[in-house]
């Protein structure tokens, strides 16, 4: 039984940080590539932040990079999102995502046929 778990949402003031965490269960860590992706209201769902299997590539898209860091801990099967300076476009659901090494392309680009596994996302609001 796979399980992902993602925590740390909450409401914050813009200029503020939160820190979002991703724990896994039921598969090898180490067999995924970790990412982080979010979705506003009326949206399509986006990538944020992404790091392989190995833990040395790591991809940030342009909006959040310099100011949110992804990194994940092997030993714990944790994921984290340390968002800093956060600002009122960041307010969306966030998702954690490991995806199966083999079809994860990096930059955050994986093949939707590949084994997949998401949670259920957690909230992240930022007022002005």
């Known amino acids: 039984q796979v399980q992902v778990a993602e925590s740390g949402g909450g409401l914050v003031q813009a200029g503020k940080s939160l820190r979002l965490s991703c724990i896994i269960s039921?598969?090898?860590?180490?067999?995924?590539?970790m990412g982080w992706f979010r979705q506003a209201p009326g949206k399509e769902r986006e990538p944020v932040a992404c790091?392989?299997?190995?833990?040395?590539?790591?991809y940030h898209v342009d909006s959040v990079r310099g100011r949110f860091t992804v990194s994940r801990d092997s030993a714990k099967k944790v994921l984290y999102l340390q968002m800093n300076t956060l600002k009122p476009d960041d307010t969306a659901m966030y998702y954690c995502?490991?995806?199966?090494?083999?079809?994860?392309?990096?930059?955050?680009?994986?093949?939707?046929?590949?084994?997949?596994?998401w949670g259920q996302g957690t909230q992240v609001t930022v007022s002005s």
């Open positions: 790091v392989a299997w190995n833990g040395i590539s790591r």
């Open positions: 039921g598969l090898n860590f180490d067999d995924y590539a």
């Open positions: 995502a490991a995806l199966w090494r083999n079809n994860y392309q990096g930059a955050c680009q994986y093949t939707a046929s590949g084994l997949h596994y």
